[in-house]
């Protein structure tokens, strides 16, 4: 079984990939990560979608991702290198312009229980 880790520049974003684990192993974080970093490769918020399988999830879901947007659109702003991923994108004004695009647009954010969906 390949390593899982959504912090390291040498994990692939595209193609089939299947994340499973147990309840508290870092699911949510790695796809919050993984939506910031879909947005950095220009991917559009409105083209990503998350299913969930409560409304408790989505809200959380909803409110960790919009956090780590913000968190990323800040170390890229200030040269902070706070995961590996960001390294390429520190200062750049495009990192910067998609990351704010997105918070700009987030309420259009894909996220919803399998019911809703």
């Known amino acids: 079984m390949q ?3 959504c912090l390291s520049l040498d994990c692939p974003l595209f193609g ?3 994340l ?3 309840a508290g192993t870092g699911k949510t974080f790695s ?3 993984i939506f910031v970093r879909l947005l ?3 991917i559009e918020l409105e083209q990503i ?3 969930t399988f409560t409304r408790a999830a989505t809200r959380e879901l909803k409110a960790r991702i919009h956090a780590n947007i913000e ?3 800040r ?3 200030t040269n902070e290198l706070g995961w590996e991923y960001l390294k390429p994108h520190l200062g750049s004004k495009e990192a910067i312009r998609l990351l704010s695009d997105a918070l700009a647009v987030f309420e259009q954010c894909q996220i919803f229980t399998i019911h809703g969906f």
């Open 75 to 77: 170390f890229i702003q």
């Open 40 to 42: 950095l490769e220009s």
């Open 49 to 51: 979608l998350s299913v």
């Open 16 to 18: 089939d990939h299947l």
């Open 31 to 33: 796809i919050e990560h």
């Open 3 to 5: 390593r899982f880790d």
């Open 71 to 73: 968190t990323a659109l």
């Open 20 to 22: 499973e684990a147990s």
